[in-house]
């Protein structure tokens, strides 16, 4: 006489094979070294400081006019070279464009008082000079990702340099709106909550503190990265994306004391940009003052930027060239699945004076 078993239908059938080559997978990743990024080819062409302009040359030059792309302060921009298959750089090159790069590095405790201004003043604006100097041309096509689009867009604000478009992907402008848990932002707006006695002590947001303030705003529950893994593990272009993606992910880069009081006092609790009061100096950075042609990206998926946080640019700048574009994508998902590439050349190739062949 056969006998059921009462948990019959309710333990699901285990594909062992699969299960087997997950496992062997997952050791086999926490056994190896780290993968190799930022391999397209590039060249120094200045350096002040922690911070270096680098320089990649375009595979058969199509264009005259260079892109120089400027990321953001809070992690490295090898997001933007993370993989030859993906790569936004080496795409960018592949399609004729020169493209240079400003790495901010990595900043110490002796950098404490490097405010937003001075890394635009002193540091972005050079670099601008010496890649038009570099590149032998009039006019420049610069790039902004995330808090790079923010900076970018002051330093357009301010520019004498010829900047002759500004792209900016996934940027807040308008901090009216904050993202994150709402006792959070709220307290934020209010002033009840502030590091600043933790910035004079350490003179930079450390890199494990900024890592802490991401996945605060990013989600509510953390789950850590090696869940998805374990649940992927059998799938090699998966682990070999999630490998590069987890070493970006987990390589903060610490924020200096003066920029992080900038960025939260001036930006994102008295809105100055969208205000026209943030300062550079002595100069003021309204917005109005940008003639460029003018191209915006956000990702209907991003949960760090919302498109009502970048929109607004479009309306505080005089340009008359403006396009805005929503894209389905997440915040890192557009510069990690290699596609802002294809997105930059389709607008740009038609602003970037075609060499004639």
């Known amino acids: 006489m056969a006998t059921e078993t009462p948990f019959k239908g309710l333990i699901p059938d285990v594909d062992y094979q699969k299960e087997m080559e997950r496992w062997a997978n997952v050791f086999k990743l926490l056994s190896e070294p780290e993968p190799k990024i930022g391999q397209t080819p590039r060249t120094e062409v200045w350096r002040k400081n922690k911070s270096v302009l680098w320089y990649y040359p375009a595979k058969q030059k199509k264009y005259e006019i260079p892109l120089f792309f400027v990321y953001s302060l809070f992690n490295k921009p090898y997001i933007l070279d993370i993989d030859p298959k993906s790569s936004v750089i080496k795409k960018l090159t592949d399609m004729g464009y020169d493209v240079y790069l400003l790495d901010w590095g990595t900043p110490g405790y002796e950098d404490k008082k490097i405010g937003l201004d001075t890394y635009i003043e002193k540091y972005l604006k050079t670099a601008v000079k010496r890649a038009i100097r570099h590149s032998d041309v009039e006019e420049i096509t610069l790039v902004g990702y995330c808090l790079g689009g923010t900076i970018a867009s002051i330093y357009a604000s301010i520019a004498?340099?010829?900047?002759?478009?500004?792209?900016?992907a996934t940027v807040p402008i308008d901090f009216s709106t904050?993202?994150?848990?709402?006792?959070?932002?709220?307290?934020?707006k209010n002033g009840d909550f502030t590091i600043e006695h933790l910035l004079d002590v350490y003179g930079?947001?450390?890199p494990k503190y900024?890592?802490?303030?991401?996945r605060a705003v990013g989600s509510p529950i953390y789950f850590t990265n090696y869940t998805t893994l374990l649940n992927r593990a059998h799938d090699q272009r998966y682990v070999d994306k999630w490998r590069r993606?987890?070493?970006w992910t987990l390589d903060q880069v610490p924020f200096t004391g003066e920029a992080y009081k900038q960025l939260g006092n001036d930006l994102m609790r008295d809105n100055k940009l969208v205000k026209g009061e943030f300062l550079v100096g002595n100069k003021k950075a309204d917005l109005s003052n940008i003639e460029a042609n003018l191209f915006v990206i956000s990702g209907s998926r991003d949960n760090l930027v919302l498109e009502n946080q970048s929109k607004p640019i479009m309306d505080l700048v005089s340009s008359k060239d403006k396009t805005y574009l929503c894209v389905e994508s997440g915040h890192v998902g557009l510069a990690l699945s290699g596609m802002f590439a294809g997105i930059v050349d389709q607008w740009a190739s038609s602003r970037s004076k075609q060499l004639s062949k």
């Open 160 to 168: 004498e340099e010829p900047i002759k478009n500004l792209i900016v």
């Open 178 to 188: 904050i993202v994150g848990p709402e006792k959070w932002a709220e307290g934020f």
């Open 204 to 206: 930079v947001v450390p």
């Open 210 to 214: 900024v890592e802490m303030m991401f």
């Open 245 to 247: 993606m987890n070493k």
